[in-house]
């Protein structure tokens, strides 16, 4: 048998898979909680424990990582115009799993400085002016990172002109400091690829370390990447296929947390009817999306709030009847629910997560009237002939009532502007391996694809 | 040496992308390194373009005889954002319906644009203009 060790260090549990290489079958999962503070081997080994070992002991022939604990990979994003080379920084910083604390545009100010050192990102990533494009920027704002009191990892990805200069200007305070393409070489143009790698690479050669997660490389071959990027990998995967082993197609995942409400959707998103026109930034064949205000637990409050009246008609409820079951979330987040009334409620709430997470994901049309009639104008990706929306995340796994919560995901036809997906087929991680079959394609891509197209099933 | 930019764009709710499409080419050739941002470009766009490319030149086109209304404003949004210097040309049909060349220019120019042309001006002559604007010319 060749078993591979697939190993989720979450913020709270870790997260064990083995995998028979040569069945294409999941032999175990467990989990325990990460116990990062005294040495992440203790929760590792136990949920290891769980899984019987076969006689002959385990001989894992790979041992593959990823991981969100400790915050997971925390960054933030600058870069020159907010809604050009801002929005491109977050753009590339989301695709290769960060969370993006703040993003700034223009030049930095000490205020701007003062915020960097109170977020304290794992990864500073410097873009701004196209090539060839404006310069003073990005060497004024590398001088400026130069007063922050403690080294920074950072990776440039801004106009490649000046981007050797700026990072001789960095290298005097930070460490390390990686030059990678510009995120938006020519105006217009999305490039964010290059600077995935760069975070990734600095992600697994420093911030593995900062994090203590590093005990467990001696037992591991190397922590892999940050777990959201193994989830847009696995999502990449699955939709394209790989070689000779055909993918599913055009699909989105959607993965509703205790914190946040993670998109993920692979599809090109060109428009669905014929003249209409396409403005703004080109979106990422492979796009990422993150809302923090958006989560079943820790930001269950927020949640509410932004649902608002929506919630409410869904629910008929009074505000008294959501402000206890609100109060029930914040003092137990693990709590799985123990009546009617709380499943109703969490059914609630993981259809609002998804609604309102596919909302901001999607793009949107808007009418403009011209002399010559009215015209149609796209932003972001039109995704409703998408024809798959796959759900992962705990309270989608948990729920019998699954598909009612993915409905959110669903064109609303009162918001005919709002680019959802028609008449998707619902589809779900059921053994929550998708994250897992993202690490799993780094050896064996075709393993993993067909594990998944196994693994994740139809509703 | 290096190329001079700017940024070209149909201003407003105007679609005309054929002339756009002649500029981009005209210019293109000529040299220039042309940033497009196409047809239905808001005053912001064009500036934000600007600032990222670190641009020579705003070339505003407009057709729909409506250029009057979409360009009020720009120059004083360029200071803002500290392109204030930043050359301005426009040109095309920019007012309704047949009104005196002469007073639609001196109505241009005191908005901040720095040439204004006719509709069925040639794109030549604003080629011939901006490189002797931008010192590109040996005279």
């Known amino acids: 048998m060749q078993a591979v060790l697939l190993i989720d260090f979450g913020s709270t549990y870790t997260k064990v898979t083995i995998v028979d290489l040569d069945r294409e079958e999941i032999i175990g999962t467990a989990r325990a909680g990460t116990t990062i503070e005294t040495n992440i081997m203790d929760g590792l080994k136990a949920a290891l424990t769980q899984i019987p070992e076969p006689v002959e002991g385990w001989n894992f022939v790979r041992k593959l990582a990823c991981s969100s604990a400790a915050g997971g990979l925390k960054m933030i994003a600058s870069g020159l115009v907010k809604e050009l080379t801002g929005e491109a920084a977050r753009r590339a910083a989301l695709g290769a799993g960060a969370r993006v604390l703040q993003v700034f545009s223009y030049e930095l100010t000490t205020q701007d400085l003062d915020k960097i050192i109170s977020a304290q990102p794992d990864i500073l990533l410097l873009a701004g002016g196209t090539d060839g494009g404006n310069k003073e920027v990005l060497l004024k704002n590398a001088e400026m990172l130069c007063g922050l009191p403690s080294s920074l990892p950072v990776v440039i990805a801004g106009n490649k002109v000046v981007s050797a200069q700026a990072a001789d200007i960095l290298r005097k305070r930070h460490d390390p400091v990686v030059v990678s393409d510009n995120v938006m070489p020519e105006l217009g143009v999305l490039s964010v690829e290059s600077a995935r790698l760069a975070i990734r690479d600095v992600f697994f050669t420093h911030i593995i370390k900062a994090k203590g997660l590093d005990k467990a490389e001696e037992f591991l071959e190397r922590i892999m990447m940050p777990t959201p990027a193994a989830v847009l990998s696995a999502a990449e995967l699955l939709a394209t296929g790989h070689g000779s082993e055909q993918g599913m197609g055009e699909l989105m995942i959607v993965d509703v947390g205790g914190a946040t409400t993670d998109v993920h959707s692979i599809a090109k998103g060109d428009p669905s009817k014929p003249s209409i026109m396409l403005k703004g930034l080109p979106e990422p064949f492979a796009k990422r999306t993150v809302e923090g205000d958006l989560g079943m637990r820790y930001s269950s409050e927020a949640l509410v709030e932004t649902a608002g009246r929506r919630l409410f008609d869904y629910l008929g409820w009074t505000g008294d009847q959501v ?41 949107t049309i808007e009418v403009v009237y011209t002399p010559f009639g009215a015209t149609y104008v796209q932003h972001g990706k039109d995704l409703t002939q998408l024809p798959i929306v796959i759900g992962t995340g705990g309270v989608l796994l948990h729920h019998p009532d699954a598909s009612e919560i993915l409905r959110g995901a669903v ?49 | 040496m290096e190329q001079n930019t700017l940024v070209l764009g149909v201003i407003g709710s105007d679609v005309h992308a054929v002339g756009n499409r002649i500029l981009d080419y005209a210019f293109t050739q000529a040299g220039f ?31 729909y005889g409506h250029g009057e209304m979409d360009c009020r404003g720009l120059r004083e949004k360029c200071q803002e954002t500290g392109i204030g210097n930043i050359r301005m040309y426009a040109g095309g049909n920019l007012v309704c319906g047949k009104q005196d060349f002469e007073s639609v220019k001196e109505r241009f120019l005191a908005m901040g644009f720095d040439r204004v042309y006719p509709p069925g001006t040639m794109p030549e002559t604003a080629i011939a203009d901006m490189r002797k604007d931008l010192g590109m010319t040996e005279d």
């Open chain 1, 323 to 363: 402000a206890c079951q609100l109060g029930l979330c914040k003092e137990d987040p693990w709590r799985i629910p123990q009546t009617e009334e709380e499943a109703k409620f969490d059914v609630a709430m993981g259809r609002m997560a998804v609604s309102l997470a596919v909302d901001r994901h999607v793009g």
């Open chain 1, 411 to 459: 064109f609303n036809p009162e918001e005919p502007t709002i680019l959802k997906p028609q008449k998707a087929d619902f589809y779900i991680d059921k053994e929550y391996i998708l994250a897992t079959m993202g690490l799993l394609r780094e050896v064996s891509p075709q393993v993993a694809l067909r594990m998944m197209k196994k693994y994740v099933v139809k509703l």
């Open chain 2, 33 to 63: 390194k042309v940033i497009n941002i196409g047809v239905l470009a808001t005053q912001e766009e064009f500036i934000h373009a600007a600032i990222e490319t670190n641009a020579d030149v705003i070339l505003v086109s407009s057709l």
